[in-house]
């Protein structure tokens, strides 16, 4: 019925009562009434129709009102930005209870104005459930002062709760109702702890993101029942019987981090007699214990990723299961799904296996270590086995990559910061995180061995989540040769076609050029995000035809997934197709979660690494350093410092006369410096101020910003 609702008011170009409605679907009955109410209300409350005052229905993009996303400033003044990209400004006491990030229905209360002014009716979608912030008390009051600054709300508890609360005390709440144009009353979901006590900053900011530390009693009650500390000589049994291979006696290892404690892969490679490489991907067999339906399973796909931070790792599974019985620890028995692949000199997978096994690593070598080994040649104690095997590896990493490359890979080539914490989880250091062979061999083997899984389910036709990663679009692609262009550099390509080798080719003109990270990051943006689909479209920036995520079962649900598609699809004899068509059913509900528990994690790890940048910084006020304008907006530029550090230079920093910002230039210039600040330029920056709880740096100019060749046109 709501779609003939749709119909008949587009068609009538005009506003319909519910008596014209009624007449015009032919509707006589009561029920029919009352089901036509049901649709108006439906509608009405997804935005697709407005109510107006004379008690008629109009389409909504008719009517005066337009829904938005409300984005508030510091200063309680609010913008809703709509999907046209226009923005309206909202006064603080036409916000009517809506809050950041809130979804709204804005009138328009001057469409003349730039921007234009509105004030909002109705809150579509609260986005902002659960609030962190800090207790405090006011007049025998309990209230609580919200972390994000952009929330210009009170927040006031039920005068029932104490629980020993003190001043200072980090609490997560519920907001429950408005009390008047800015005070809700909200009730405490869980206190975090002090303020000031170690690892509180970074529990907050994980409650904000709604990712939580802690498993159900119901997750742990069956860890302690069902899951085993070792293999048992009867499960062995079991499994060599059914299908598994055991591949204890061959030579398999884990390369990983220094710190690394969840290890879902494992490698092996030889030489065939045909002088083909036999490479063998060997995956934690988490699926063996983590059983469909089961809590431990429901708490997984809820967190959907493990969650890495700067001072801890809050893992997808308990310990038990992530650092112990799944983790591929060395000389320990454990249970794996293996992917063993016979790769030509072409880097082409010529023919593979998938299938269980049981393996024992001989040795859990770290990256650090291996590069030692195929970087410098040098074998570090207890690695003396396995330098062969290594320089093997290393061989068949570069004829892959190599193979790669000419299909198309993208090498972003994205520097990333590691921030250094000590006992406490205070940051003391940010460094650079080193990318080696080491690195991009594991990459190039896992890439291998998830596109080889793929390409067996797609010509199956057996359902599976893929990960997916569409083609840019034209727009963003011009606007990244524009950008190119004001930095007054000149590249070769055809963006009627956009290709892999396209955007690759554009990236090889541009690397030798100074402001080459620069350009590479605003390419990674202007990139579709990569995510989990049930439906394959490829994975553009790997030039991949066909691609999921096999090889992180531990840290990654999708994984799970696909381990649990190999277990119904390869490994049951019994398969049915009511089992599959349930299995099909099932999966576009992983992808779609899945693909928003990595979005927030993602969010929740930049929120913590911006937090622990200033809590670093903090400690460097008044102290000098070179950057480069990595973004230039109205009110001033971003500097980045050589360890990724960013920090803002405000306009009103700048000596001189009024700055104009040149969006066409990425630049701003006044009367006395017509040159001016623009994107690339290398400045010497004063660290002005830096705030952990709002998680910012400022920087000042020390000096002149240097000299270049090319100049603003």
Known sequence: MEEKIIEYIKEEKRALSVHELETLLNLSSVNDLKELLKALNSLEEQAKIYHTKKDKYMLFEDSNSRVGI????????????????????????????????????????????????????????????????????????????????????????????????????????????????????????????????????????????????????????????????????????????HTGKDLRDEIIFTIDGDDTKDIDDAISIDVLDNGNYKLGVHIADVSYYVKENSPLDNEALNRGTSVYLADRVTPMLPHELSNGICSLNPNVDRFAISCVMEIDHKGEVVSYDIFDSIIRSRIQMTYKNVNKVIEENIVPEGYEPFASKLHLMKELADILRENKIKKGYIDFDISEAKIVVNENGEAIDVVLRERGAGEKLIEDFMIAANETVATHFYHLDYPLVYRVHGEPSEEKMTEFMHLVSVLGYNVQANLNKITPKV????????????????????????????????????????????????????????????????????????????????????????????????????????????????????????????????????????????????????????????????????????PKNKRGYRLGDEVDVIVKAASKQNKTIDFSIKGEVCAKENSIN
């Not at 927040?155 to 709760?161: A, D, F, L, R, V």
């Not at 939580?212 to 302690?224: G, L, R, T």
């Not at 030039?543 to 799970?560: E, G, N």
């Not at 999966?587 to 979005?599: G, Q, T, V």
Request: glycine letters at 4%.
């Open 70 to 241: 409300l984005q508030m400033t510091t200063k309680g003044t609010g913008y809703v930005m709509l999907d046209s990209k226009e923005e309206i400004k909202v006064e603080e006491e036409n916000l009517n209870g809506a809050i950041n990030k809130d979804k709204v229905i804005v009138n328009i209360l001057d469409n003349k104005a730039t921007p234009m002014t509105g004030s909002i009716s109705k809150v579509v979608e609260r986005a902002n459930n659960q609030v962190v912030g800090t207790i405090y008390f006011k007049k025998d009051k309990i209230y609580v002062r919200p972390d994000d600054h952009k929330l210009n709300i009170t927040i006031i508890i039920e005068n029932n709760y104490h629980n020993n609360l003190v001043e200072g005390h980090k609490v997560l709440v519920k907001l429950l109702n408005l009390n008047n144009h800015n005070e809700y009353r909200a009730q405490i979901v869980r206190v975090l702890g002090h303020i000031n006590d170690p690892g509180v900053d970074v529990l907050c900011i994980m409650a904000e993101h709604n990712i939580n530390d802690a498993f159900p009693k119901e997750v742990m009650d069956q860890v302690s029942t069902e899951i085993p500390d070792c293999l048992s000589e009867e499960e062995i049994k079991k499994r060599l019987e």
């Open 503 to 670: 955007v690759q080719s554009i990236l090889e003109q541009l690397k030798d050029k100074k402001e080459y990270y620069i350009l590479s990051s605003q390419m990674l943006r202007s990139m579709q995000k990569a995510v989990y689909d049930v439906t394959n479209i490829g994975h553009f920036g790997l030039a991949s035809k066909i691609y999921c995520h096999f090889t992180s079962p531990i840290r990654r649900y999708p994984d799970l997934s696909v381990h649990r598609s190999i277990r119904k699809c390869l490994l049951n004899e019994n398969i049915n197709l009511e089992e599959i068509k349930s299995w099909d059913n099932k999966l576009p509900l992983i992808a779609s979660h899945s693909s928003l528990k990595e979005r927030d994690a993602v969010a929740c790890e930049r929120d913590v690494d911006d937090m622990k940048m200033a809590e670093y910084m903090e400690k460097h006020i008044g102290e000098e350093f070179k950057g480069i304008i990595t973004g230039v907006m109205s009110f001033g530029f971003f500097v980045q410092l050589p360890n990724m550090i960013e920090g803002l230079v405000h306009v009103e920093e700048l000596k001189g006369d009024f700055y104009t910002y040149d969006e066409s230039t990425f630049s701003l210039t006044s």
